[in-house]
Antibody, heavy 117, light 110 residues
Framework: QVQLVQSGAEVKKPGSSVRVSCKAS????????VTWVRQAPGQALEWMGR????????NYAQKFQGRVTITADKSTSAAYMELSSLTSEDTAVYYC??????????WGQGTLVTVSS | QSALTQPPSASGSPGQSVTISCTGT?????????VSWYQQHPGKAPKVMIY???KRPSGVPDRFSGSKSGNTASLTVSGLQAEDEADYFC??????????FGTGTKVTVL
């Protein structure tokens, strides 16, 4: 059973960047889609973007274009999400997910990113 | 891309049914048969309950069912149980390799 293990919680200053990692344990990404979703405290889920590791081509939500970079290393079954120019509104739990393309079947445990001066 | 619209809350007694709506536009919900539904308990990661409008992943009880009419998708939970109390989010493909989530619905089992 594949599990996704994410990196630990981060505290960042406004204006800085954060990089969250996601590693597949017990399996690989193969031809799956890796999607990043975030959830601000008490708020709804928000789709940020995705990548198909075997192709290496990312797609981003318009809201995050120019500020987010999603990459994947298929040799290590790891994916990364980097978000720059952080503000307090980026304080959220960030999830990586693995799916077949039209849905996210496996979710990581989430990574809390807190942006505070 | 605007979030899909869901009612903030829904409730039902044990054994009853509850239906949650998810309203979008012809550019997302109405344009594709790629609506999924996620259940999230407090402090936990979401779990997929329905995908591609009506399909149920292995292990999800058949009490959960999905449908779609026009620009509105729906999730029905039949035979409500205490463990069904959670937040539910819909998600739809929105074209151009993008997806959009719903605003979320808190389901309470009375």
């Amino acid at each position: 059973q594949v599990q996704l293990v994410q990196s630990g919680a981060e505290v960042k200053k406004p204006g800085s960047s954060v990089r969250v990692s996601c590693k597949a344990s017990g399996g690989t990404f193969t031809t799956s889609t890796v999607t990043w979703v975030r959830q601000a405290p008490g708020q709804a889920l928000e789709w940020m973007g995705r990548i198909i590791p075997v192709l290496g081509i990312p797609n981003y939500a318009q809201k995050f274009q120019g500020r987010v970079t999603i990459t994947a290393d298929k040799s290590t079954s790891a994916a990364y999400m980097e978000l720059s120019s952080l503000t307090s509104e980026d304080t959220a739990v960030y999830y990586c997910t693995r799916g077949s393309g039209t849905y996210s079947g496996i979710w990581g445990q989430g990574t809390l990113v807190t942006v505070s001066s | 891309q605007s979030a899909l619209t869901q009612p903030p809350s829904a409730s039902g007694s044990p054994g009853q049914s509850v239906t949650i709506s998810c309203t979008g536009t012809s550019s997302d919900v109405g344009g594709y048969n790629y609506v999924s539904w996620y259940q999230q308990h407090p402090g936990k990661a979401p779990k997929v309950m329905i995908y591609d409008v009506t399909k149920r992943p292995s292990g999800v009880p058949d009490r959960f069912s999905g449908s779609k009419s026009g620009n509105t998708a729906s999730l029905t939970v039949s035979g409500l149980q205490a463990e069904d109390e959670a937040d539910y989010f819909c998600c739809s493909y929105a074209g151009n390799n993008n997806y959009v989530f719903g605003t979320g619905t808190k389901v309470t089992v009375l």
